[in-house]
């Protein structure tokens, strides 16, 4: 299995609302990330974790919450977004600790915040 | 930090002519480079990778990047386009190894490319 699996592909959520990406790999990646694209932009890193613990949080507003329960499974919760939160949510898995190896990206789910 | 430049934010080539997407990178330190694509509606795919050793570099699709310290580059090039080159390509440098693990990739703005019949 050489693949990042993201789930939902598309979500449409009001700002009251709560709700869950979930993302999951089973190459025994150690890193795991989640990276936040706006259209015609290139991805910008919002958390890393690594060996399923919060090493980077780039100053990420607080109703944006990861989780990794697990080496396999990420997990961002969003509640109370805003109208310009709208974006694809990607996440990505690199094998080690060396930063000489490239990410295994999911297909991404694109959000939109009515 | 280190940090890559991608010239050109669209390029547009004939079916069957050469692809050459530009970027250069700033990095006070031997850099680690990658090339993705990125199709519509789709995450990102890795092309090609630079870290150490030969300084061409072969990746999927038909894709090559040179690393050229002197000139502080990594282009990336194919002989022959396809139409189903089209998509979206990053450049990015692997900023810093992070303690504990992983490291954080750091993106150009993207070069758009186009292929024309």
């Known amino acids: 299995d050489t693949e990042v699996t993201q789930t939902p592909k598309h979500l449409v959520m009001g700002m009251t609302n709560k709700k869950s990406l979930k993302c999951e790999q089973h190459m025994g990646h150690r890193a795991m990330y989640w990276y936040k694209q706006k259209a015609k932009k290139p991805p910008e890193l919002m958390f890393v974790y690594s060996y399923e613990k919060l090493s980077i949080n780039e100053s990420v507003p607080s109703r944006f919450s990861p989780e990794c329960p697990n080496s396999s499974l990420l997990n961002l919760h969003l509640h109370a977004l805003q109208p310009e939160d709208s974006a694809l949510y990607l996440c990505?898995?690199?094998?080690?600790?060396?930063?000489?190896?490239?990410?295994?990206f999911g297909s991404g789910t694109r959000l939109t915040v009515v | 930090a280190q940090s890559v430049t991608q010239l050109g934010s669209h390029v547009s080539v004939s079916e069957g002519a050469l692809v050459l997407l530009r970027c250069n990178y700033s990095?006070?330190?031997?850099?680690?480079l990658f090339w993705y694509v990125q199709y519509p509606n789709q995450g990102l795919q890795l092309l090609l990778k630079y870290t150490t050793g030969a300084t061409l570099v072969k990746g999927i699709n038909g894709f090559e990047a040179e690393f050229k310290k002197s000139e502080t580059s990594f282009h990336l090039t194919k002989p022959s386009a396809h139409m189903s080159d089209a998509a979206e390509y990053f450049c990015?440098?692997?900023?810093?190894?992070?303690?504990?693990?992983?490291?954080?990739?750091?993106f150009g703005t993207g070069t758009q490319l186009k292929v024309e019949l």
């Open positions: 990015a440098v692997s900023d810093q190894e992070l303690t504990g693990g992983g490291n954080k990739l750091t």
């Open positions: 990095s006070s330190v031997p850099p680690y």
């Open positions: 990505a898995s690199s094998q080690g600790p060396g930063h000489n190896y490239g990410y295994t």
